[in-house]
């Protein structure tokens, strides 16, 4: 061939000018893997205020006045010119657990004079129409001062009261009191709004432990917010990894997760240092993330703290290990256990009488970053003890099995992959990253994963940007969706990293992209959050083989796809991402179409890369549904430009 023509010929391919339109072609009788049905699932940790002043429902600011040791942050005096002081009192704990209590002074207190202590809340405090909140606090004066007191939810000038009711008296001893608090139905919904306690009598008091929930999800006392929760139900969620990432180990060993201190009764749990700039309340604590699980349909992926934390400290194995594995075979226990059991027992004692459904556990979080090289001791340690008493519990490893902190005395059941790419890099790998892991080893669990545009989530410089995600991220995520549900035979469990985000333009932010993002009022899905519904709620049993040709050879593939096929009804269900900004034509060629329908549904979620939601513009980008006609053995489909589309392809 003449040289000037083979270039020709050259720069054609390139762009694609010679090819004809691509084809997917479906054999939908070759069965090459079968979905997992927990395979789209939820992980979350207490980072950017998911839990504190995000998704656990708590209204009130640094409760029990743990935040500051030198000063009530959050809260302030409500005196209106009369004489008062508060402060914090290490000398008046309420218990072993509490320590450290709120003095308010009211000397100034008199009729028609309150004095008083106010709440901003996270953010402010929600008001809205016609709604009942309950509050709580412990208090007790110091003799003089019997109440009553005034509890009250009010505009945060106080010039305005929502709601309030009055406790008639308090004693000497430390009491917990209650208040059910109802708005009107002429209440604006608002969140400039604080919480306040005030009395017009004279005297010392103590408090400690105040609270405020609104209604919560499934009407959960000391529960969850209602629009998260739904957010979340909306994703049919086959698990939650919990408690965390990060947050499971804690900055230092004394930080890690300490599920023990976190159940029962409020009062008893100290709270802890969090990894991500803020103290825990611990008021979201392991039954809490059980019933949150058991709440949105999902079961527990249990990740039990292996004995290193963040700033490099570790335990190593043998001897000193031991309390750490003891601690994790009671915490199975207490998920899994019978009235038998010492930590069933203390379940049920908890409130939650049946067993929860347990399969996967999760030994550490990121064991590739220990320096001290010990994961494939500890693991091993953790791997027997947990195998010994629950043969049936599949576990999982931290760390890839080519990195030089990879077990090797123990075979995982599956390793939990981490991916924190740009969307062009999940386009560019989407093709073939799974299909390139070896299918004689362990599973893999890709517990998180997230695009970002361009700027990486632990550079200063993504703080500046919108907390969650835009288009161009959701075409990434996409085409890492469709890879790893086409490779269902190795991938058995994935989920979204982080999946919450408080947006107020002060909230301490500490990682972008997040899949859902909220305020004190409303919150708000980004374009991947609709993409992961899309999949999760469109799934059949079992992959089918198909092959996409006809694809121009470039870096980035213009089309990646996933089909997957409902056994009892033949139904097929096609997903397509196609991250160019031209329509793609495909030829559709399906052997075994005979039981299709001629009639399918299209889902399209699209939009330019740039576009998203946001709080004030929350369904900016949603999918849509239309119909599609002329279903067959062969047929042709134009999938839009910046798409991810699944079409339903019912049979008769
Ligand atoms: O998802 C944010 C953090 O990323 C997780 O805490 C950690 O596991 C990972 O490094």
């Given amino acids: 061939m003449p040289r000037c023509l083979a270039i020709t010929l050259g720069c054609l391919v390139s762009v694609g000018l010679l090819f004809a339109d691509p084809t997917l072609h479906i054999d939908a009788g070759q069965v090459t893997a079968p979905v997992n049905p927990t395979l789209y699932g939820l992980m979350t940790e207490e980072i950017n205020h998911s839990y504190d002043g995000g998704l656990y429902a708590e209204l009130i600011q640094n409760r029990t006045f743990q935040d500051n040791s030198k000063a009530p942050v959050h809260w302030s005096l409500v005196q209106g010119g009369n004489a008062a002081i508060m402060a914090i009192d290490p000398g008046q704990p309420l218990n072993d657990a509490l320590k450290t209590s709120l003095r308010l002074d009211a000397a100034g207190a008199a009729s028609g004079n309150r004095v008083g202590i106010a709440n901003d809340g996270w953010w402010g405090i929600p008001v809205r129409p016609d709604t009942t909140y309950r509050a709580s606090f412990y208090a007790k004066s110091d003799g003089t001062s019997s109440g009553p007191l005034t509890v009250s939810i009010e505009s945060s000038d106080g010039s305005k009261t929502f709601a309030s009711a009055r406790i008639p008296g308090i004693t000497g001893d430390w009491k917990q009191y209650t208040a059910m608090l109802k708005t009107g139905s002429d209440a604006p919904v608002s969140s400039t709004n604080r919480f306040v306690i005030s009395t017009e009598s004279p005297g010392k008091i103590w408090f400690n432990l105040v609270s405020l929930f609104p209604p919560t999800y499934k009407d959960r006392a000391n529960g969850n917010r209602i629009d998260l929760m739904q957010a979340m139900a909306d994703l049919k969620p086959g698990f939650l990894r919990c408690p965390g990432g990060n947050y499971l180990e804690g900055d230092r060993i004394a930080d890690r997760f300490p599920w023990k201190q976190t159940l029962g009764d409020l009062a008893t749990r100290p709270g802890h240092a969090g990894c991500w700039g803020y103290r825990s309340s611990d008021g979201m604590g392991l039954l809490e993330f059980l019933e949150w699980a058991e709440d949105v349909g999902a079961e527990p992926v249990l990740a039990v703290y292996a004995g290193y934390s963040l700033k490099g400290d570790h335990v190593n194995p043998g001897p000193d290990l031991q309390p750490f594995v003891d601690d994790a075979l009671d915490e199975i226990e207490y998920v899994t256990g019978d009235a038998s059991t010492k930590w069933g027992a203390r379940r049920i004692a908890d409130g939650h009488p049946a067993p929860l459904p347990l399969h996967w556990v999760e030994i550490g979080n990121e064991d590739f970053f220990d320096k001290s090289k010990t994961y494939d001791g500890r693991f091993t340690q953790f791997f027997d003890a947990i195998r010994a008493k629950y043969p049936d519990l599949k576990l999982i490893s931290t760390v890839m099995p080519d990195h030089p902190n990879h077990v090797h005395s123990r075979t995982p059941d599956a390793v939990d992959e981490h991916d924190y790419w740009k969307a062009a890099d999940y386009e560019k790998d989407a093709p073939t990253h799974f299909e390139k892991w070896d299918r004689k080893g362990p599973k893999l669990f890709v517990g998180e994963w997230a695009a970002f545009e361009d700027i990486v989530p632990w550079n200063k410089k993504s703080e500046s940007l919108p907390a969650t995600p835009n288009m161009k991220a959701a075409l990434g995520d996409a085409a890492w969706m469709v890879a790893m549900e086409r490779n269902s035979d190795v991938v058995v469990m994935q989920c979204y990293a982080p999946m919450l985000v408080r947006v107020d333009p002060n909230a301490d932010r500490r990682w972008r992209p997040d899949l859902i993002g909220f305020d004190s009022?409303?919150?708000?899905?980004?374009?991947?959050?609709?993409?992961?519904?899309?999949?999760?709620?469109?799934?059949?049993?079992?992959?089918?083989?198909?092959?996409?040709?006809?694809?121009?050879?470039?870096?980035?593939?213009?089309?990646?796809?996933?089909?997957?096929?409902?056994?009892?009804?033949?139904?097929?269900?096609?997903?397509?991402?196609?991250?160019?900004?031209?329509?793609?034509?495909?030829?559709i060629t399906i052997d075994g179409a005979a039981g299709l329908a001629p009639t399918g549904k299209a889902i399209t979620l699209s939009g330019k890369p740039d576009e998203t939601n946001s709080l004030t513009d929350p369904k900016h980008l949603v999918p849509v549904e239309s119909e599609v006609t002329g279903v067959g053995a062969s047929f042709n489909y134009?999938?839009?430009?910046?798409?991810?589309?699944?079409?339903?392809?019912?049979a008769h």
């Fill in 521 to 587: 009022l409303t919150s708000f899905g980004c374009p991947t959050y609709y993409a992961f519904q899309m999949f999760s709620q469109n799934h059949g049993d079992s992959v089918v083989k198909a092959t996409l040709s006809g694809l121009p050879v470039v870096k980035v593939a213009p089309l990646d796809y996933s089909v997957t096929k409902d056994s009892k009804t033949g139904a097929l269900t096609i997903k397509m991402v196609n991250v160019t900004d031209a329509p793609q034509t495909t030829a």
């Fill in 638 to 650: 134009t999938f839009p430009p910046y798409s991810v589309t699944v079409l339903r392809l019912p």
